[in-house]
């Protein structure tokens, strides 16, 4: 089915907002519908909204009204779709709120984004010739670096933590899904998979007969040698001793863990809803720096959380200056309406928090960058990403997560290549490279 009709995206929030963009534009697509990169000038516009926390909600509504304000949506000629995190929290007070919007389609709605358009524009698809939507295959390339979700939603509920409201109950995708959208995404270019979730080390164990992580992550390097796989987002709780055997036993998956802590003191991890302590946290890196010494770690910690005393956050100061990670991720407190800690006692100022905040990521970044530094002289694979507007090559190491842990500038290198290279120089989280004659080396 042809439909001249366009639409364009404008995706708010983190990695697994993108997926499901790229799972909505791989249906419409299908259906007959034309991407464009222009918003302005499509038939419809879809805003994929993040409402994780209070300031990513103020994003994504600016975003919208930015969108309710082209010539082309106030003159009828266009519609405004709201999607994702921001329907699924809200529900029916936020149509009452954005009536510029043609419509709201929730998380577990985005399946339906085809239906959803069609009615828009008043498509009756029996009319055309076609009684559904036959779903193929896209023809565009893929990404160098491409996300996959595993999984959706969380049985968590960290006192903290929004996303159960929003995304409901972790539910595990089956294997044949992950390893077909895999499959696809490899076939039209990309060299690395990203294997993202809200609770990824949960995987497979809600299913009748239940699976592990590390089975999936040894069934998919196996099924796809030639492609490095990363891993996101996994609780200290997933990280057992067959996930680290099953990361360290294959090449092509990358020797990182990224595990969000959150906080050090068991007070208030127990306050979060969430376990661990120093102590547990120390047997946990040192598992995995025991089988993996090179393996690339990285955690997230909370500044402010209410009740935080200046005691308290000192414990996690002292323990950031002496703690064995790669990279750190530094958020202040943010009180989600709808949350367990929204109603506790003790809420912290809010320049209090930032300031908390701040003083955790200065010190963050000067442990980190010492240790990143300790890399001058090692050889290091390297996924040629793609080029500065000045030429410079740039890609990324496979302790380098996209996004989030700078990148490697290279004196050379095709993009999707897979090079070695040894690394000269690193300011902070970057990293300066020379490739070694024999490209392509996975």
């Not at 308290?312 to 009180?335: A, M, Q, T």
């Not at 980190?368 to 694979?381: D, F, L, M, N, Q």
Request: proline share 4%; hydrophobic share 35%.
């Amino acid at each position: 089915m042809e439909t001249a009709r366009s639409v364009s995206f404008i995706t708010m929030g983190c990695a697994k907002n993108e997926v499901d963009t790229s799972r909505m534009r791989s249906h419409l697509i299908k259906a007959g519908y034309s991407i464009s990169e222009d918003p302005e000038a499509a038939d419809a516009v879809i805003v994929n909204t993040c409402s994780f926390i209070q300031a990513a909600t103020e994003e994504s509504i600016e975003a919208i009204l930015d969108v309710a304000d082209f010539d082309s949506v106030r003159s009828g000629r266009a519609h405004l779709v709201v999607s994702g995190c921001m329907p699924a929290r809200y529900g029916d007070d936020l149509a009452s709120e954005i009536t510029e919007a043609g419509a709201f389609v929730p998380c577990s709605k985005e399946d339906d984004i085809v239906a959803i358009v069609d009615d828009l524009f008043d498509l009756d698809r029996s009319e055309l010739g076609c009684s559904g939507v036959e779903l193929g295959r896209e023809a565009d390339p893929a990404p160098v670096s491409s996300y996959v979700k595993i999984s959706d939603g969380c049985n968590r509920f960290c006192s903290f933590c929004s996303i159960p409201y929003i995304r409901g109950r972790y539910r595990s995708f089956g294997y044949d899904e992950i390893e077909s959208r895999i499959d696809d995404l490899v076939r039209r270019g990309s060299r690395e998979i990203v294997l993202i979730a809200q609770d990824t080390g949960r995987w497979g164990d809600d299913f009748e007969e239940p699976r592990t992580l590390a089975q999936l992550v040894g069934d998919l390097a196996e099924r796809f040698p030639d492609t490095w796989l990363r891993l996101m987002y996994i609780q200290p709780e997933g990280v057992t001793d067959e996930l680290i055997e099953a990361i360290a036993s294959h090449d092509n998956v990358c020797d990182y863990f990224d595990i969000p802590f959150q906080h050090v003191n068991p007070r208030l991890l127990k306050l979060m809803r969430r376990k661990g302590s120093i102590g547990e946290f120390d047997r946990l890196t040192r598992r995995i720096r025991a089988r993996i010494p090179d393996a690339a770690l990285r955690t997230t910690f909370i500044a402010g959380f209410p009740g935080e005393t200046e005691e308290e956050f000192e414990e996690l100061l002292d323990y950031v200056s002496e703690c064995d990670f790669d990279y750190i991720g530094v958020f202040p407190y943010s009180r989600e309406e709808g949350t367990h800690a929204f109603e506790l006692p003790g809420q912290i100022d809010e320049d209090e928090k930032l300031d908390r905040a701040q003083r955790l990521r200065e010190l963050a970044d000067a442990v980190c960058a010492a240790r990143i530094s300790e890399r001058v002289g090692s050889v290091r694979k390297v996924l040629v990403c793609g080029e500065e507007d000045d030429g410079q090559v740039f890609g990324r190491a496979m302790c380098q997560a996209p996004d989030v842990d700078g990148v490697t500038y290279l004196d050379a290198g095709s993009v999707g290549e897979i090079v070695e290279a040894l690394i000269d120089e690193t300011l902070l989280y970057e990293m300066e490279g020379s490739v070694s004659p024999c490209n392509d080396v996975l």
